[in-house]
């Protein structure tokens, strides 16, 4: 294994001088500098990224945990938190956590440990409500996705409320009076749109169907299993909303082995734009949330963070925006 010191032997210069170079430090000389990387080049040498970290304190990575890597509107943040990361010369160490508190835990443990620079982090149900616990782990974070309880933190969030207020009363405006819909089970994001749609039907004079409401795992063959009991019910729903597109793709295998026609027999929408919800047949009534924007915004507070601890705590709440399509039965807006 090729040490500073070969650099430096080879090199004709001090380790230090080596240190200086591979920092892009000022007060070496461009010959110098151009000698030493040469040599690091030749030998093929790579600093001890671990060692560094503990000298100066400080880490050019940081973590990103999210609850379902599967879950498209992760698959987006986590591109523009690595874009945004990168642009600032940091890398992004992905984790999982899957809904699993005690996983979660492992790899907070394991960002502390390691001395990384902070992390964004998409809470789990459990952390969330025992946010205390987390901050007591001394890392710069950021929280997405979810709102966490009696603790000041840097938060990024959706007004998941209004948005599921705004396409229950879209629903309701074109008829539909017996809805049937899929909460994701395990996280604030769930209670908050249900919360939106109950809302909206008490609004608009409807009384909800308990039979026809549910909460489940936020994966597709749980939709998928859910939503055959809805439409097997004596009384089935005449329109379905989701609260995520993992949960829409599992409804639209109901439907569509059901032989149900999407809006003539029911009519369907949910949260999260993605590819397909274009190109399915009709179309699909979405709330688009910027999960591009959320992903850069929380890097940027997070890189933020690390510069300065002291800094006030900031709660950015995003607007989503409804896109009507066929699925609804209601003539398309412009994407």
């Known amino acids: 294994m090729v040490k500073i010191k070969d650099v430096a032997d080879t090199a004709g210069v001090s380790t230090a001088t080596v240190s200086r170079v591979l920092a892009n430090k000022p007060y070496v000389s461009p010959e110098v500098k151009d000698r030493v990387l040469k040599v690091v080049r030749e030998l093929g040498y790579r600093p001890n990224r671990v060692a560094r970290n503990l000298r100066s304190r400080r880490s050019s990575i940081i973590g990103l945990i999210v609850s379902d890597i599967e879950n498209p509107y992760f698959q987006q943040v986590s591109r523009a938190v690595e874009d945004a990361a990168n642009e600032q010369r940091y890398s992004v160490i992905l984790c999982n956590n899957d809904e699993n508190p005690d996983k979660e835990k492992k790899y907070l443990n394991l960002i502390r440990d390691e001395n990384l ?29 979810r709102r966490v309880s009696k603790f000041d933190v840097d938060n990024i969030l959706i007004d998941n409320t209004q948005s599921a207020y705004t396409i229950t009363t879209h629903l309701i405006e074109h008829g539909y009076q017996r809805f049937g819909a899929l909460f994701g089970i395990g996280s604030t994001t769930g209670r908050e749109r249900q919360k939106g749609f109950l809302q909206a039907l008490k609004d608009h004079g409807i009384k909800p169907l308990n039979n026809l409401i549910k909460f489940t795992n936020p994966r597709e063959n749980d939709g998928y299993n859910t939503a055959l009991k809805l439409l097997g019910a004596s009384a089935p729903p005449d329109a379905i909303l989701t609260s995520n597109s993992l949960l829409a793709a599992g409804v639209l295998r109901a439907l569509q082995e059901s032989k149900l026609a999407v809006p003539d027999d029911v009519a369907f929408a949910s949260f999260d734009e993605t590819p397909w919800a274009r190109i399915v047949n009709p179309p ?4 688009e949330q910027p999960t591009y924007q959320i992903g850069r915004t929380a890097t940027e507070m997070l890189l933020k963070r690390i510069e300065d601890p002291t800094r006030s705590h900031r709660q950015v709440i995003l607007k989503a925006k409804l896109i009507v399509r066929q699925s609804c039965g209601c003539k398309p807006s412009s994407d």
């Open 117 to 145: 620079a902070g992390v964004i982090l998409s809470p789990t149900r459990q952390t969330a409500d025992k946010f205390d616990e987390t901050a007591f782990l001394n890392v710069p974070m950021v929280v997405i996705d």
């Open 284 to 287: 699909l009534t979405v709330i």
